[in-house]
């Protein structure tokens, strides 16, 4: 019996709401994320609504959107103030104790693979959210994809 090919699980859906300026899900992440057109620029600026819901994630995105339209401008996080920044500085700060002979190289080399595993790291999840915005609930989510994919 020939197998069936496998189905894509992807969930990008992307809805244009303007010219240079749509709304997409992506699997990584259960918020929407707006997507503007910078004409200043000449580049896209991306940034998450922070919202599951479509019909927020519009005003959102729409709120944005007149923002830089009128002149203003669209803040990004901060690099030094990502979740993912600061993984990078506790594994770094680990990796020192591990050079210096006060932590032992198996567990740092874990905590690597839960951080920034491929599949499965809480990086690639939470990565360009500001780390004082991440919340229980945010991890609950990614333990839920985990244990759903």
Wanted: aromatic share 12%; charged share 30%; net charge positive.
């Amino acid at each position: 019996m020939p197998r069936r090919p496998k189905q894509s699980t992807s969930r990008f859906t992307s809805t244009t709401l303007h010219p240079g300026l749509a709304i997409y899900l992506q699997d990584r992440s259960p918020f929407y994320y707006a997507r503007i057109w910078d004409a200043a620029n000449k580049r896209y600026i991306v940034k998450s609504t922070e919202t599951e819901s479509k019909i927020d994630a519009k005003k959102i995105a729409l709120a944005h959107w007149h923002t830089l339209h009128t002149g203003g401008s669209i803040s990004r996080t901060p690099r030094d103030k990502t979740f993912k920044f600061w993984c990078r500085q506790f594994l770094n700060a680990q990796f020192e104790k591990v050079k210096k002979g006060t932590y032992q190289k198996r567990p740092h080399d874990n905590e690597v693979s839960l951080l920034f595993g491929p599949d499965t790291g809480i990086v690639k999840f939470l990565g360009t959210k500001e780390v004082g915005k991440v919340r229980p609930k945010d991890v609950q989510d990614y333990f839920t994809k985990l244990i759903c994919a």
